[in-house]
């Protein structure tokens, strides 16, 4: 990992552009960098971004779709572990930043640790950053792809995944200490689902925005577009529970490829 004076990030690995360019004229002076927060301290699975997934450290597979992907001029890895520093640079990751302690801990928001990272690698205002989770196994270049399109034609606004609930909200119920329910929003109990808003929520898979809207005051939500994807593109992995239903999904995909 690097530390000391900022240094402008390189095009690719090897200093070439080499990557897809878009059908707009806007893609053509900009530079697209894909940021990856891979802190050590996960709890509830004990070094998570570099455990195997489908034979490979789980951000290993990241690093690699990025790349096959052919979207990026850089591929960037924002860490405090000498061990994510190895198995990144290995996965073909094209710089590792040192990550200060104050932004290593469990509390740390993703925006903060974006910024820092924006601050060492001297990119343009115009350029589009993505920033994506280390744990991502389902993640899909095509939607990389479709979602910086978007971003494109809505420059003020960070661009995200989003994932269609499963069960109309307005249907849901809170439930108290004594196990008594309630309708959050009782006026819809005679609602057909169909007449019902569809709602959605964060893919939890990465974001894309402007260096420049980074680097503002705007929450990742405040001022952001959606692009609705299939429901096994944000599979959250937080526990144990998780990562084996993940592996199941991915083994099940793959016999599905394999016809």
């Known amino acids: 990992m690097r530390r000391g004076r900022k240094e402008s990030v390189p095009l690719s690995r090897e200093g070439r552009p080499g990557r897809y360019r878009g059908t707009s004229a806007v893609t053509q002076n900009r530079r697209h960098v894909a940021i990856i927060p891979a802190r050590s301290g996960s709890k509830r699975i004990p070094g998570k971004n570099i455990k195997e997934f489908g034979g490979v450290p789980m951000i290993s597979k990241t690093i690699r779709t990025l790349l096959q992907a052919e979207l990026f001029d850089a591929v960037v890895v924002s860490t405090d572990s000498p061990d994510i520093v190895k198995t990144s640079s290995t996965a073909g990751a094209t710089r590792c930043i040192a990550r200060p302690d104050e932004l290593a801990d469990d509390h740390a928001p993703t925006k903060p640790?974006?910024?820092?990272?924006?601050?060492?690698?001297?990119?343009?205002?115009?350029?589009?950053?993505?920033?994506?989770?280390?744990c991502n196994p389902f993640l899909n270049p095509e939607t990389l792809r479709r979602s910086l399109e978007m971003l494109l034609e809505n420059e003020g606004h960070f661009c995200l995944p989003v994932i269609e609930y499963a069960h109309p909200v307005q249907r849901a119920f809170t439930l108290n200490q004594w196990s008594v329910l309630t309708k959050r929003e009782p006026h819809f109990e005679l609602s057909r689902t169909q007449d019902l808003e569809t709602c959605y929520h964060d893919a939890g898979s990465f974001y894309w925005g402007l260096n420049s809207l980074w680097m503002s005051d705007l929450g990742l939500h405040t001022q952001s577009v959606g692009l609705p994807v299939a429901r096994t593109e944000g599979i959250d992995i937080d526990t144990p529970e998780d990562w084996y239903f993940a592996e199941l999904l991915y083994r099940a995909s793959k016999l599905g490829d394999q016809g």
């Open 113 to 134: 640790v974006i910024q820092h990272a924006l601050g060492e690698l001297g990119l343009s205002s115009g350029d589009a950053v993505c920033c994506v989770y280390p």
